[in-house]
């Protein structure tokens, strides 16, 4: 039998294959892309205002409309990946250490102490299967000028 061998790019480019099939199978597929990447520090005022328009109408459904595709190496011990912007949605799983992340967007949502009301739609590979949802960006690890993607959900 022959042995195959696949180099990093070629594996990252299988599971986005999959991860897009997996989502058009299940229906998970989001809205039409209208999203469009936003400067950090317009990022960290909406992250860092004292009261928030979306906090009111967060839902749990696990809703997201596009893709960052910006990566990270989270950093921290632990943060629970949830099903909406709020400690209230349920959690659906938690990112360790060193788990590679890949954000989708972000949006506004409950400030649950970390200091930021943004929260990071993200999906991660675990135990042969793509994984989502949302993580508060108080939790996410800071690049480019602020945590979590700079792609807002709502635009």
Known sequence: MAAITLGRAT????CAIALIAASVLTGAMPAQATT???SAAEKNAKAHSPSTAHAAAVTCNNFWNGYDSAGAV?????AAV???????CTAVGRIYNQY??????FTEGQNPGTGWSTWTHLHYWLN?????GWV???LLPYQNGTQGS???CLQ
């Not at 949830?82 to 209230?88: D, E, I, L, N």
């Open 136 to 138: 508060n960006d108080g």
């Open 100 to 105: 590679t992340v890949w954000y989708d967007c």
């Open 74 to 78: 989270f950093n921290r011990s632990d």
């Open 11 to 14: 594996l990252t480019l299988i």
């Open 150 to 152: 700079t792609w807002d």
């Open 128 to 132: 042969n299967a793509w994984h989502n």
């Open 82 to 88: 949830r099903t909406g912007a709020s400690t209230s």
């Open 36 to 38: 469009s990447a936003v």
